[in-house]
């Protein structure tokens, strides 16, 4: 009975998920060419390359008949509208716009399109002048709007990898002044160790609990969803309470909380001190924010004997003094 079907979250953590981590895929069957070298024959006539959701390589062509070399080299194929020349072209006039605050713009190879992110926080002048350029491109550019402003420093929810493994930011904490990231243990035992995003692994436990702290490498940020939630505190979970939880996989997910204490076994492992609940995750969504709001979860004392995570590690979220 795998761990997928409960959906399991960590309290302050996130979802447990399938005790198993977006570790990099090798194809069972090796291609008769690379991608790069299957693209340089093709001249211009590409859109470029992209992986896949099963991590198989996929060749972007303009027409049927490239179509079909790609796939005689035992590559799959896609027909798509704009080369990469086209694409990359129009990248670089907005390169030449200047940079232009809480916005930027790239590549989205698996859609065949340039991306404009744009948030609450762009300038308007600028703002307007930036989507302005982007609609004279028509459907080669996709515009995005975001919350908030944009920032250097990792939030919660955020990619985490050591290079071979893949896990989710879950807050942003500190200890004994020290600026430090809050994710899920079995992220450490199961995906080889540190550093995770140039940050050395201070303190993991799993599985008798599922937590692990890493220096902070990305600077001073407050914790903060990649929502553009702002957390304050840490609490315990409650039966029936709605929550959300956040990962590089999923995104971010609703659902209501429907065990606590929970323990299990999976994979090996005899797990304790989880919740349940129906919000949605998928490999390398592990770690990543379980909350209610401002507040990881609702504070309830009494209706669970699961210590908050604060009182355990000796942190608080990053930024709330």
Not at 266 to 286: I, K, L, N, P, Q
Not at 291 to 301: T, W
Request: hydrophobic share 35%; proline share 3%; aromatic share 6%.
């Amino acid at each position: 009975m795998r761990s997928t079907r409960f959906r399991l979250s960590v309290l302050a953590v996130g979802s447990f998920g399938t005790l198993a981590l977006a570790m990099t895929t090798v194809p069972a069957a090796f291609a008769a060419a690379t991608p790069a070298a299957v693209m340089n024959s093709l001249g211009s006539a590409t859109g470029g390359h992209y992986l896949d959701d099963s991590g198989a390589s996929v060749v972007t062509v303009l027409n049927d008949a490239d179509a079909a070399k790609v796939r005689a080299s035992g590559l799959n194929a896609q027909v798509v509208k704009y080369s990469l020349s086209q694409l990359g072209t129009v990248k670089q006039q907005l390169d030449a716009t200047g940079g232009v605050p809480s916005a930027g713009w790239g590549l989205d190879l698996a859609h065949n399109q340039v991306v404009v992110d744009v948030y609450d926080a762009t300038p308007k002048a600028q703002k307007d002048a930036l989507l302005e350029t982007a609609r004279q491109h028509g459907d080669m550019v996709r515009v995005e709007h975001h919350p908030g402003a944009m920032s250097l420093f990792i939030k919660g929810g955020d990619k985490i990898s050591n290079g071979q493994a893949s896990c989710s930011n879950g807050f942003n904490v500190e200890k004994d002044g020290k600026k430090l990231l809050l994710s899920a243990g079995h992220c450490e035992k199961l995906g080889g160790g540190g550093p995770w995003n140039d940050g050395k692994t201070v303190d993991a436990v799993f599985p008798d609990e599922d937590n692990m702290l890493v220096e902070n490498a990305s600077g001073d940020g407050p914790s903060e969803i990649n929502d553009g939630t702002k957390i304050t505190e840490f609490a315990d979970a409650t039966v029936g309470e709605e929550m959300k939880r956040a990962g590089i996989t999923s995104g971010v997910t609703s659902g209501k909380v429907t065990k606590v204490d929970y323990t299990f076994e999976a994979e090996g492992y005899t797990v304790y001190h989880e919740f349940c609940t129906t919000a949605h995750s998928d490999h390398g969504d592990s770690g990543g924010p379980a909350y209610d709001g401002a507040r990881v979860s609702a504070l309830s004392p009494g209706e669970t004997r699961r210590r908050r995570a604060s009182s355990r590690r000796r942190c608080r979220p990053s930024g709330t003094g």
